[in-house]
Nanobody
Framework: QVQLVESGGGLVQAGGSLRLSCALS????????MAWFRQAPGKERELVAA????????TYADSVKGRFTISREKAEDTVYLQMNSLKPEDTAVYYC?????????????????WGKGALVTVAS
């Protein structure tokens, strides 16, 4: 059974930076595509960024392109989301996700495993 544990959320001023981390345990990290989703109050969960199993392919929501970077570290079984130039509209609970299928990892209803979420609050 895959377990995902996020860390790194918190309160930051607009224009600041945060880095989220998500550690995978229970299965072989290299066999899972990984992603970050977010959900703001009253809104649906949306894909922020995803990275393929080998790390060679990534995809980003238009709203975060050029500001956020997803990466994975095989030696640590961890995926990261570096968030720069944060805006108040980035405020949300951020969820780590894992799936062995790329099509599934970019579709919230098809993701196999979820973390519990990390709250990111960006103050204006």
């Amino acid at each position: 059974q895959v377990q995902l544990v996020e860390s790194g959320g918190g309160l930051v001023q607009a224009g600041g930076s945060l880095r989220l981390s998500c550690a995978l345990s229970g299965r072989t990290f290299a066999t899972y595509a990984m992603a970050w989703f977010r959900q703001a109050p009253g809104k649906e969960r949306e894909l922020v960024a995803a990275v393929s199993r080998g790390g060679s392919s990534t995809t980003y929501a238009d709203s975060v392109k050029g500001r956020f970077t997803i990466s994975r570290e095989k030696a640590e079984d961890t995926v990261y989301l570096q968030m720069n130039s944060l805006k108040p509209e980035d405020t949300a609970v951020y969820y780590c996700a894992a799936d062995q299928n790329w099509f599934n990892i970019v579709t919230p209803s098809r993701v196999s495993y979820w973390g519990k979420g990390a709250l990111v609050t960006v103050a204006s």
